[in-house]
């Protein structure tokens, strides 16, 4: 089993399509194993975006992720991180095949309803940036 951060972004949280989005995780088989709604400190946005962080665009990206708070979700299944890029579709939403989260919900490259982890490694250290052991529940 394979674990996988979820952020459902600023725009899932105003649209209040969380529910849906969460709601095809769980159609999809994968379960829940932490979940948390926080406001993103400008500390751990630096942190989690450390690769872009010196971009000229790096501020909108804070700014927007600073709109509104974000839910923070830990999902686990099998081959999770693949599976959960394919349900979501390419960062930039405009791009998103029909029938992808993004391409339903999105609007563009940066409001694009979630962030998911990249890689099973990136996901280990995602998912320890966001929640504590304690945070996290196997039932």
Not at 38 to 55: G, N, P, Q, T, V
Not at 115 to 124: G, I, K, N, Y
């Amino acid at each position: 089993m394979e674990r996988t951060l979820i952020l459902l972004k600023p725009d899932a949280v105003s649209k209040k399509i969380c529910g849906k989005v969460i709601t095809r995780f769980e159609d999809a088989g994968f379960t829940i194993r932490g979940c948390k709604m926080i406001h993103l400190s400008k500390s751990l946005l630096r942190d989690h975006y450390a690769h872009i962080a010196e971009k000229p665009f790096y501020p909108q990206v804070e700014e927007f992720m600073q709109s509104a708070p974000v839910i923070a979700l830990v999902l686990e299944g099998d081959d999770i991180v693949a599976k959960m890029r394919d349900m979501l579709g390419v960062t930039d939403s405009r791009k998103a095949a029909t029938g992808t989260i993004r391409q339903e919900f999105g609007v563009d490259m940066m409001v694009n309803v979630a962030h998911a982890s990249d890689s099973p490694e990136t996901a280990v250290k995602e998912v320890a940036r966001f929640f504590s052991e304690a945070e996290l529940f196997v039932y």
